[in-house]
């Protein structure tokens, strides 16, 4: 059975860490931890470090660090700019799953048809915190933006780039495309896709459009499935 799975943000102590008040409440009263028993801090950064409990205090719990690894990342690198979704719950439903099967790298990006402008940033950072405790990673998914769609593709700099739309132009599947190693980029439009403006501009900046599938997805469903040829390959 796998030890518990906690996230601590900033430089990790190499002796003893004192969890705070959320980390702390979620070990001893939650999980009804105590003197002796260990777990696992990660800062999202490639470290893990396996620590005992030597103070369980309700609120500022204290364990000492029994060993450290680190783990590289990952020889490929997957990165989705998705346009922002005016369901808040559909985009959130996508980055807990996206981190789960390991992107790398989250651009929420404003497109021309995208309805949603805001978003809770701090809300969003926690959904990725959260599924990237789940699933058990050492690395923190980052999540960047929101960005005009226009900025976003004028910088890009990724090995190889991709845009997944809907418009009646030549495409190849991704799936024929998608490498092991590298640093890649999806893009993925808003629910009345890309504009023929947007997709001419990406093409003019060396993405490739590609299709996903025989299907018309809804755009966290395309994300997924894009995120999935990319990670899984």
């Known amino acids: 059975m796998s030890l518990p799975f906690f996230y601590v943000e900033g430089p990790l102590p190499e002796s003893e860490i004192q969890l705070d008040e959320q980390n702390s409440r979620h070990a001893i009263s939650v999980l009804r931890m ?72 989250i651009v929420l990006l404003q497109c021309q048809r995208t309805e949603k402008q805001h978003i809770r940033i701090d809300r969003l950072q926690q959904i990725l915190i959260s599924a990237m405790l789940q699933s058990q990673q050492v690395w923190l998914t980052r999540l960047l933006g929101p960005v005009k769609f226009d900025a976003h593709v004028a910088s890009a700099g990724h090995d190889r780039k991709y845009i997944a739309h809907c418009l009646d132009t030549p495409k190849i599947a991704l799936r024929e495309l998608a490498a092991s190693t590298g640093e890649q980029l999806l893009l993925i439009g808003p629910e009345g896709d890309f504009s023929q403006e947007e997709a001419d501009l990406a093409i003019r900046h060396n993405f490739i459009p590609v299709k996903l599938g025989e299907t018309r997805l809804r755009t966290e469903t395309a994300g997924m499935v894009g995120a999935t040829l990319l990670c899984v390959h």
């Open 34 to 105: 105590t003197a002796g028993e260990e777990l696992q801090v990660t800062d999202g950064k490639g470290n893990l470090q396996t620590a005992v409990i030597i103070d369980p205090h309700k609120k500022k719990a204290v364990v000492r660090v029994l060993s450290s690894v680190f783990t590289p990342l990952p020889a490929n690198r997957v990165t989705i700019g998705i346009s922002l979704l005016k369901n808040v719950s559909r985009l959130e439903w996508f980055l807990e799953k996206a981190v789960e099967i390991g992107v790398g790298n």
